[in-house]
C-alpha cells in the first residue's frame, strides 16, 4: 500500500513521533495504522500509550440527576456558537429529562420514543430544533446510572460541557467526594475502574509489546520479563483509575483515598465532545470559490 501524506500526519497525531520515522513505520507495516503505532512503540520512538482521538465535531455534553437516577448524554451540532444559543440549552435539559423517564436502551430508540412519554417524537422534536437553529443537530450516546439512597453520585461538566463525568460511589452519600472524583476522571481520563475490568486479550497485547521494546532496547532476555511487568504496572496506572495518582493528594492512589472515605466506585463515564469523529478536511480557497460561482 502506498504511504500518503495523509497517514503519515495521522500517525503523528497519534504518537507524536518524527515525520520520517511515521513513514518508515507506515512502509514496515504496508500502511496499517495500529500496526503502524505498535512498531514504534517497540522502538522506542512512539511517546504516547495509547491512541489520541482526534476531537472535531462541536456540541456539548448535559447531566441531569433526579434522587436515584442519573444521566450523561452527548449532543452534537456543527459550530461552537450554537452550544451558547438557549434553544441548543433547552434541548439538551429536554432530551435530558427524556432519557431519565423513558429510559431507552439506544440512542436509536429514544429517537421512536414520545417526548417525555407523550407528543411528538424524540427525532421530531430534534428535527424542529434543527429547522429553528439552522445546523445539523444530533443525540450521540448517553449513560443512565442507578444508585441506592446509601450511595452517590460523581457529576462534573468541563469547559461548559466540553468534557462530562458521570460515576457511582457506593456506601458514601458525600457529594462532595463523588465530585472530586468526577474531577479526576475528566483530568486523568483513565479507561476502566481497576485492572479487573482490563480483558486478558489488552493485557498480554502490552505485555507482548513491552517485551519487545525491551529486546529492542538491547536488554538481556533473563531481565526482559521482569522489566516488562514492572512496565505494566505503569500501562495500568494509566488507563485505571484506582490505580492513579490521585490529583487533589498526589501521595495517594484513588483507590487508598476512597477507600479512606469507606467508599467504593463502582462505575463511570467520561464523554468528551467529537471524540472519535473525523473531522471533514475543507479546502478554504475552493470553498471560497464555490460560493463565489453560485
Known amino acids: 500500500m502506498a504511504v500518503t501524506a495523509k497517514m503519515v500526519k495521522e500517525l503523528r497525531e497519534k504518537t507524536g513521533a518524527g515525520m520520517m520515522d511515521c513513514k518508515k513505520a507506515l512502509t514496515e507495516t504496508d500502511g496499517d495504522i495500529d500496526k503502524a503505532i505498535d512498531y514504534l512503540r517497540e522502538k522506542g520512538i512512539a511517546k504516547a500509550a495509547k491512541k489520541a482521538d482526534r476531537i472535531a465535531a462541536e456540541g456539548s455534553t448535559y447531566i441531569e440527576v433526579d434522587n436515584n437516577h442519573a444521566v450523561l448524554l452527548e449532543v452534537n451540532c456543527e459550530t461552537d456558537f450554537v452550544t451558547k444559543n438557549d434553544q441548543f440549552k433547552t434541548l439538551l435539559s429536554d432530551l435530558a429529562k427524556h432519557l431519565l423517564s423513558q429510559k431507552p436502551a439506544t440512542v436509536e430508540e429514544a429517537l421512536t420514543q414520545k417526548l417525555n412519554g407523550e407528543g411528538e417524537t424524540v427525532e421530531t422534536y430534534i428535527n424542529s430544533a434543527i429547522s429553528k437553529i439552522g445546523e445539523k443537530i444530533s443525540l450521540r450516546r448517553f449513560a443512565i446510572f442507578a444508585k441506592t439512597d446509601n450511595d452517590t453520585f460523581g457529576a462534573y461538566l468541563h469547559m461548559g460541557g466540553r468534557i462530562g463525568v458521570l460515576s457511582v460511589l457506593e456506601g458514601t452519600t458525600d457529594e462532595q467526594l463523588g465530585k472530586d472524583i468526577a474531577m479526576h476522571i475528566a483530568a486523568a481520563n483513565p479507561k476502566y475502574v481497576g485492572r479487573d475490568a482490563v480483558s486478558e486479550e489488552e493485557i ?91
Open 204 to 294: 498480554n497485547h502490552e505485555r507482548e509489546v513491552l517485551k519487545q521494546q525491551a529486546l529492542n532496547e538491547g536488554k538481556p532476555e533473563s531481565i526482559v520479563e521482569k522489566m516488562v511487568e514492572g512496565r505494566l504496572n505503569k500501562f495500568f496506572q494509566d488507563i485505571c483509575l484506582l490505580e492513579q495518582d490521585f490529583i487533589k493528594d498526589p501521595d495517594q492512589k484513588v483507590k487508598k483515598y476512597v477507600a479512606g472515605k469507606g467508599a467504593t466506585v463502582k462505575s463511570f463515564v467520561r464523554y468528551e465532545v467529537g471524540e472519535g469523529i473525523e473531522k471533514r478536511e475543507e479546502n478554504f480557497a475552493e470553498e471560497v470559490m464555490s460560493q463565489i460561482k453560485k
